[in-house]
Nanobody, 115 residues
Framework: VQLQASGGGLVQAGGSLRLSCAAS????????MGWYRQAPGKQRELVAA???????KYADSVKGRFTISRDNAKNTVFLQMNSLKPEDTAVYCC??????????WGQGTQVTVSS
């Protein structure tokens, strides 16, 4: 499975960004896709994930601000990030897995939120 991520960039606090990640290759019919992030000096954390059936989960720190969605026909997942905060600054990596846990990773994309 190959993952191609896009989006990210620099935004002011309170702004919005949208990340997308498209999977290709040997796709499981039942799967999960999502995003982890890692900020300098911090552990990697799950941001949000969604199954092929539409079940979602979010980190407490992004609930109410971020929304994950997917287009199963295109094997693409989207992360809409609103009301961004400086503490959201990190490298965001999308993943694909046969369950909630990653089996494959996409390249990281930098999200920088200025105060």
């Amino acid at each position: 499975v190959q993952l191609q991520a896009s989006g990210g960039g620099l935004v002011q606090a309170g702004g919005s960004l949208r990340l997308s990640c498209a999977a290709s290759g040997s796709i499981f019919s039942i799967n999960a896709m999502g995003w982890y992030r890692q900020a300098p000096g911090k552990q990697r954390e799950l941001v949000a994930a969604i199954t092929s059936g539409g079940f979602t989960k979010y980190a407490d720190s992004v609930k109410g601000r971020f929304t994950i969605s997917r287009d199963n026909a295109k094997n693409t997942v989207f992360l809409q990030m609103n009301s961004l905060k400086p503490e959201d600054t990190a490298v965001y990596c999308c993943y694909y897995g046969s369950s909630w846990f990653p089996n494959y990773w996409g390249q990281g994309t930098q999200v920088t939120v200025s105060s």
